[in-house]
């Protein structure tokens, strides 16, 4: 079936830093692929998403772009803020007669100022 | 417009017992998911209803169940509680007929004693 992978965390950055969190995805068909960020207390919002092989999705700085070759949808972000703090997740999602996401376990990211 | 409205927020149960949980959608939307959130389990997918119908279904057992309502509006059953229920409950819309992005609520915790 399919399923996502993603790096484990925490991720502990110093504010500017350069921040890059692998994503591996398994599908049988051609999914779309999300990158949701979980703010402290709050539900999951869409942060990026592409839904063909070479787009890239891009939002807030942060961009990722859907590699079919290396079924990989990395995200990165040239600068981090303190504000970036927050749980990223890394997920695909497949039309099979309705719609299920499959998310990855999710990473967490500290920012330092 | 408004956003994934969920109710309660929060709610104490103790084992044995029953809970049901609500869920309006985005104005418009007539797909609603529903997950299962836990420290150690990550994101699970519960079930998809679209137009009141389920569409997909998640691992879970019987005990879980769901409904989706004319106007969209979505509940979430758990009967006979086990502490391993304990969980934040997310449910999240989508138009059910596009990419499969989702806008997600703040989620229902249950805490099971």
């Known amino acids: 079936g399919n399923s996502v ?3 484990e965390g925490p991720v502990t950055l110093s504010e500017e830093a350069f921040l890059t969190i692998n994503c591996t995805y398994t599908a049988t068909g051609y999914p779309s692929l999300f990158w949701y960020v979980q703010y402290p207390g709050e539900g999951l919002q869409l942060l990026l998403k592409a839904t063909k092989a070479d787009d890239k999705g891009s939002n807030k700085g942060f961009e990722a772009t859907y590699r079919k070759e290396t ?9 981090v803020q ?5 749980v990223y997740f890394c997920a ?5 007669g309705g719609f299920k996401t499959i998310f990855g376990a ?8 | 417009k408004a956003g994934v409205t969920q109710t309660p927020r929060y709610l104490i149960k103790t084992r044995g ?5 609500s869920c309006s959608p985005i104005s418009g939307h007539r797909s609603v998911s529903w997950y299962q959130q836990t420290p150690g389990q990550g994101l699970q997918f519960l079930f998809e209803y679209f137009s009141e119908t389920q569409r997909n279904k998640g691992n879970f057992p019987g ?4 409904r989706q309502f004319s106007n969209s509006r979505s509940e979430m059953n758990v009967s006979t509680l086990e502490l391993g229920d304990s969980a934040l409950y997310l449910c999240a819309s989508s138009s059910g007929l596009s990419t499969g992005e ?4 703040e989620g229902s915790r249950l805490t099971v004693l």
């Open chain 1, 82 to 86: 303190v504000s970036d703090s927050a």
């Open chain 1, 5 to 7: 992978t993603q790096m």
């Open chain 2, 17 to 21: 017992q029953q809970v049901t949980l």
């Open chain 1, 92 to 96: 695909l999602s497949e039309n099979t």
């Open chain 1, 71 to 79: 079924t990989s949808f990395h995200l990165e972000k040239g600068s």
């Open chain 2, 102 to 105: 989702l806008f997600f609520g």
């Open chain 2, 63 to 66: 005990r879980f169940s769901g």
């Open chain 1, 106 to 113: 999710g990473t967490r990211l500290f920012v330092k100022a």
